[in-house]
């Protein structure tokens, strides 16, 4: 029981869910797009919000700045978020235009407010839970989008619900968070995407 809580915090990892997103998107999105440029834009989300993280990651743990890639302490979560907000923008203003892709800018402009929302919290001493931020803004995006392309996705929707409820039960389990800092975390992510709705739904 202990291995299956443990493998949600590995399965919906923060750093994975804005590419989980993308992916949902272009799964049940009705326009044609070009898979070259499909690619060309997932690889992009990859490269900056997995791959460079990662990097960073090892390069602060090298100069003594982190001890964890669970950014355990609130003093090791100043820096990842300020970069993670500086990607973030990269990612508005180089990979998705808000005309073309709409669904996907905003979704990104959500998710640097929610990343915003959790630095300005960590200085005044309040850590969220980054898997429950990164996983319930993917499910309000994708609760979105079904509204928005009329499409019938409640299987999907079940399916993340549950991830939202196993993700909960495994920082729990862990002890890496109190229940405020999840419920806490869930809120920081689900508002910016619903005050961004007004923007593309």
Same mark, same amino acid.
């Given at each position: /029981?202990?291995?299956?809580? #443990? ?9 994975? /869910? ?9 799964? !049940? $999105? ?7 440029? /499909?690619?060309? #834009? ?15 990651? =090892? *390069? ?5 700045? $982190? +001890?964890?890639? @669970? ?9 990842? *978020? ?8 990269? !990612?508005?203003?180089?990979?998705? @235009?808000?005309? @073309? ?27 969220? +839970?980054? &898997? ?7 499910? /309000? ?6 509204? &928005? ?6 299987? $999907? ?13 495994? #920082?729990? &389990?862990?002890?890496?968070? $109190? +229940? ?14 619903? !005050? !961004?709705?007004? =923007?593309?739904?």
């Amino acid at each position: /029981m202990s291995f299956f809580l #443990r493998l949600a915090a590995y399965l919906f990892h923060p750093l994975l /869910m804005p590419l989980l997103g993308c992916l949902l998107y272009y799964a !049940i $999105t009705p326009r044609f797009i070009e898979p070259e440029i /499909m690619q060309a #834009r997932l690889l992009a989300v990859s490269i900056i919000t997995i791959f460079i993280p990662i990097i960073t990651f =090892f *390069l602060l743990k090298s100069l003594g700045q $982190t +001890s964890s890639i @669970d950014l355990k302490t609130i003093k090791e979560r100043k820096i990842p *978020l300020m970069i993670q907000c500086i990607l973030l923008l990269l !990612i508005i203003k180089v990979v998705f @235009d808000p005309y @073309d892709n709409p669904e996907l800018y905003y979704f990104f402009v959500g998710i640097l407010f929610s990343v915003f929302t959790a630095l300005l919290l960590i200085f005044l001493k309040f850590k969220i +839970s980054f &898997h429950q931020m990164g996983i319930a803004g993917v499910t /309000m995006f994708l609760i979105a989008l079904g509204v &928005h392309f009329k499409v019938n996705i409640l299987l $999907t929707l079940g399916l993340l619900f549950i991830a939202n409820g196993w993700v909960a039960a495994s #920082r729990l &389990h862990t002890l890496s968070h $109190t +229940s405020v800092e999840l419920i806490v975390g869930f809120f920081v992510a689900i508002i910016p995407q619903l !005050i !961004i709705l007004n =923007f593309w739904l």
